[in-house]
């Protein structure tokens, strides 16, 4: 088994400075982006490795935006979004581009020191495929769907070599047609760990059970005693999608 390079204590030990900062956002409702079930792993990994820049794929409201200033101020931040026009927060140490990741010449790039978020609703294994031939080797998927579910392909879908899963235009494919990604992701990936939910629910946010077998999760960081001590992480319970940080060979 391997072993966690973000440790569960020090998650826990960081949860009271997280609650802090999250009720301070400048952006109170983010629906349709990310909240606290993953507002909470992405600020903590970005606090600990302080990468030298950050490409941003998937922007919104910008409150991720805002988060990550928050985590590492000295990171060069790379935001990117076909749509701008629904941005809130908007920084001016950030660079905005609406160019896709997959069309931009990063050679000016430090590729030892940088971090890629992705949160853009596309075919991740595409992403993390180019990132790799580039040199880019440490990347956040924010969105990283079980089998079943979620609108687009995964990491977690891969790795769960299940008979079928949902593809990025959410059409059952049977497995065989993805073995290629399989191989490159087992392959090419030298560390790969799922962050657990803050509190987790009996049911998804697609209304079945949430049962081990169908859904492999992490177990929560926080028991339901505490829903009263951090209200709004209970009431954001079921945004949690299995985010995951992963490493490139």
């Not at 076909?82 to 609406?98: A, D, I, M």
């Not at 990283?144 to 949902?166: E, F, L, W």
């Not at 593809?167 to 990604?181: A, L, Q, T, V």
Request: negative net charge; glycine residues 4%.
């Amino acid at each position: 088994m391997m072993i966690p390079k973000f440790k569960r204590e020090e998650l826990l030990k960081h949860i009271d400075e997280f609650y802090e900062l999250y009720m301070n956002r400048p952006i109170k409702e983010n629906g349709g982006g990310m909240k606290s079930a993953h507002m909470f792993p992405s600020w903590f990994i970005i606090k600990t490795m302080m990468p030298e820049f950050i490409i941003e794929s998937g922007v919104w409201k910008g409150l991720g935006t805002w988060i990550f200033e928050k985590a590492s101020p000295n990171s060069k931040i790379i935001s990117i979004d076909p749509n701008p026009q629904y941005k809130e927060y908007v920084s001016e140490n950030v660079v905005y581009q609406t160019t896709d990741f997959l069309k931009t010449n990063w050679d000016f790039l430090n590729k030892n020191n940088v971090l890629l978020f992705l949160d853009d609703h596309q075919n991740s294994i595409e992403r993390i495929r180019y990132a790799n031939s580039i040199g880019i080797k440490k990347i956040i998927v924010e969105d990283n769907y079980p089998y079943c579910q979620g609108d687009c392909y995964s990491p977690k879908k891969v790795m769960s070599k299940r008979k079928y899963v949902i593809d990025s235009k959410g059409i059952r494919n049977w497995f065989e047609n993805n073995e290629d990604d399989y191989e490159f992701l087992t392959g090419n990936i030298n560390y790969y760990q799922e962050f657990p939910p803050l509190f987790k629910d009996q049911i998804t946010r697609w209304g079945d059970e949430w049962d081990c077998e169908k859904y492999p999760t992490e177990k929560q960081l926080l028991g339901e005693e505490l829903k009263d001590k951090y209200q709004i992480f209970f009431n954001e319970r079921k945004d949690y999608t299995w985010i995951c940080y992963l490493e490139l060979n």
